[in-house]
């Protein structure tokens, strides 16, 4: 069984702060590229970042400067520093990660950037 635990949800104001992080467990096999899409209410499900086990990174043009997408060692983690929210940025995220010929996601997490 797979399991991707995320954590680092919540409300944030405009301006400010919050780390996402997502770990995986379970038989998963070699993961290849770990990373996080949102959607918010209304709208598709979008990237926000990507890391592949070399350390390349991608990320949605809407967050470039603001967000950053890290991997530990292990390759079984992936955090995304999220500075200078705004509220635009409210969304459920979600982790994501590929292996050969499979992809896993997590449950969600909810952000929400207001006054």
């Known amino acids: 069984q797979v399991q991707l635990m995320e954590s680092g949800g919540g409300l944030v104001q405009p301006g400010g702060s919050l780390r996402l992080s997502c770990t995986a467990s379970g038989t998963i096999g070699s993961i290849i590229v770990m990373g996080w899409y949102r959607q918010a209410p209304g709208k598709q499900r979008e990237l926000v970042a990507t890391?592949?086990?070399?350390?390349?990174?991608n990320y949605a043009d809407s967050v470039k400067g603001r967000f950053t997408i890290s991997r530990n060692n292990a390759g079984n983690t992936v955090t995304l520093e999220m500075n200078s929210l705004k509220p635009e940025d409210t969304a459920v995220h979600y982790c994501?990660?590929?292996?050969?010929?499979?992809?896993?996601w997590g449950q969600g997490t909810q952000v929400t950037v207001s006054s």
């Open positions: 890391i592949s086990r070399a350390g390349t990174t």
């Open positions: 994501n990660i590929n292996v050969p010929f499979r992809t896993y």
